[in-house]
């Protein structure tokens, strides 16, 4: 499985930015994808996931400002991020799971 994750950039704090992740290579079902995150100096972090029946799931932090979405027949994962503050700065990670595999990484930076 090869995941290439799109997205990230610089935006001001309170402000928005959506997180993008494509699945190609041997995709099964049912599986979960998602994003964790990596601060600096910091160990990585669950961010949110969502299975393919669309269950989802957030870290307390980012509950009611982050939205993650499925599009299935694409093998996509969406992450709406709204609010967005400066402990949110971080590089994001698209996985796949099982696996998990792991996509390149994706620069978040909110700062004014």
């Known amino acids: 499985v090869q995941l290439q994750a799109s997205g990230g950039g610089l935006v001001q704090p309170g402000g928005s930015l959506k997180l993008s992740c494509v699945a190609s290579g041997s995709i099964w079902s049912p599986n979960t994808m998602g994003w964790y995150r990596q601060a600096p100096g910091k160990q990585r972090e669950l961010v949110a996931l969502?299975?393919?029946?669309?269950?989802?799931d957030y870290t307390d932090s980012v509950k009611g400002r982050f939205t993650i979405s499925r599009d299935n027949p694409k093998n996509t994962v969406l992450l709406d991020m709204g609010s967005l503050k400066p402990e949110d700065t971080a590089i994001y990670y698209c996985?796949?799971?099982?696996?998990?595999?792991w996509g390149q990484g994706t620069l978040v930076t909110v700062s004014s």
């Open positions: 969502a299975t393919s029946q669309r269950n989802t």
């Open positions: 996985v796949f799971f099982p696996g998990p595999y």
